[in-house]
């Protein structure tokens, strides 16, 4: 009876070891098809970034595939191409739910299932799938399928997802601060608060966001051109926030280049910009229907960088998605102004409440935390 026990026991846990190495396969695989989505992020708006691992049955990599951009194929078929589109008995790794609908290209999940693939394993489920999506078909034809980091996998298309459930962008705030929360000194001076490191980084940030959006405030005191300096980037849709059109018509970021949104309650023209009137709220224009338009144009992310006035009322709005801020390892003081305006609140129980995301990163000698707007 004991010997019988025994080996039951040695079965169960050769069983759950084999479950372990299984689990630790799949995170290693989806971290791979993730790296391969974040190659593209920036260029696949309105649709969502998606990278896709095939692994043979001997555990080997034997296709890739990512999405790069709408109207492209999608990941799955990229890497089932590069098999000619048969990929029996193996293991498909893919950071968002296979489609079932119909769009610029045609559905995935029935060329998964044509594919012979054993198991597929997701990351995120699709918001926009309809009867299920394709894990409901994947299931039906006998594919075996599985999850692995889901949180990732989620965070990965935030701008995705608050487009689909929303209809609007994901905005996240981006300040350089010193530490006592200053983003210039009392006299207005600014330039540079934290180091080139920092500065390479914000400049990746506009390449991988849609569109870079600013207050009136910020034009008239920077002049800033919000281009992407950076081998290979490309430069955002630029939006400002300008209730009374004051926007200099010789303002850097009216030259030739990327689109030019100006949002206003003023009915006059600008050259070089877009005009986008909306009617007044208070005097000001009402954020939550300009992210609604901007949904509406398919742009998903947007980089909001202040100044602090901007920053206030997104919040006020709750429209801030996810913080990113710079601090440089300096003191200001005094009234100098700092990286959110406004009234501020008047008790703790109505802070804007945020979760930090991963670690602090060392940018020479600056910080930037990030943190998110809990789901």
């Known amino acids: 009876m004991r010997a019988a026990k025994s080996v039951v026991g040695r079965a169960r846990a050769r069983m759950a070891h084999a479950a372990d190495a299984i689990a630790d396969s799949d995170e290693q695989f989806m971290r791979r098809a993730l ?10 708006a309105p649709n969502p970034i998606v990278g896709c691992v095939l692994v043979g049955k ?4 034997i296709a890739e595939g990512a999405h790069a951009k709408a109207g492209a194929r999608h990941a799955e078929r990229v890497a089932l191409d590069v098999l000619g589109g048969k990929a029996e008995g193996a293991t498909m790794y893919v950071t968002l739910e296979p489609c079932t609908h119909h769009g610029r290209t045609p559905p995935c999940a029935p060329a998964v299932i044509a594919s012979r693939v054993a198991r597929v394993v997701i990351g995120s ?3 926009t799938s309809d009867h299920g999506g394709g894990v409901a ?17 989620d965070a990965a298309n935030l701008p995705f997802f608050t487009l689909a459930r929303f209809g609007r962008p994901a905005f996240t705030l981006k300040a ?19 180091g080139e490191a920092a500065r390479a980084d914000v400049h990746h940030m506009r390449d991988t966001h849609d569109a870079v959006m600013i207050g009136i405030g910020t034009v008239l005191a920077d002049d800033p051109h919000l281009t992407a300096r950076l081998p290979r980037a490309r430069d955002p849709i630029r939006v400002i926030v300008d209730s009374q059109l004051r926007t200099p018509p010789k303002a850097k970021i009216l030259a030739k280049g990327a689109r030019v949104i100006v949002a206003t309650t003023a009915a006059r023209k600008l050259r070089g910009a877009e005009i986008w009137r909306f009617e007044p709220d208070h005097g000001r224009v009402p954020l939550d229907e300009l992210a609604r338009r901007l949904g ?6 947007v980089l909001v960088e202040g100044g602090g006035e901007l ?24 009234p100098a102004p700092s990286w959110v305006g406004g009234e501020g609140v008047a008790a703790l129980a109505g802070a804007h409440r945020f979760e930090l995301v991963g670690d602090p990163v060392r940018l020479g000698h600056d910080l930037r935390v990030t943190a998110r707007r809990p789901w």
């Not at 006998?142 to 980091?149: E, I, K, Q, S, T």
């Open 125 to 127: 489920l699709d918001p």
């Open 296 to 301: 509406a144009e398919g742009i998903t992310s």
């Open 311 to 334: 920053h206030a009322a997104m919040l006020a709005a709750e429209l801030a998605d996810q913080l990113a801020i710079y601090i440089a390892p300096m003191i200001v003081g005094g």
């Open 176 to 194: 350089a601060i010193t530490l006592d929360g200053k983003i210039a000194t009392r006299t207005g001076e600014s330039k540079w608060i934290t």
């Open 58 to 61: 001997n555990g080997d990599v």
């Open 137 to 153: 078909l994947l299931e039906r034809a006998g594919v075996r399928v599985g999850r692995a980091l889901i949180a990732e996998c």
């Open 35 to 44: 790296e391969l989505a974040e190659h593209y992020r920036g260029r696949t």
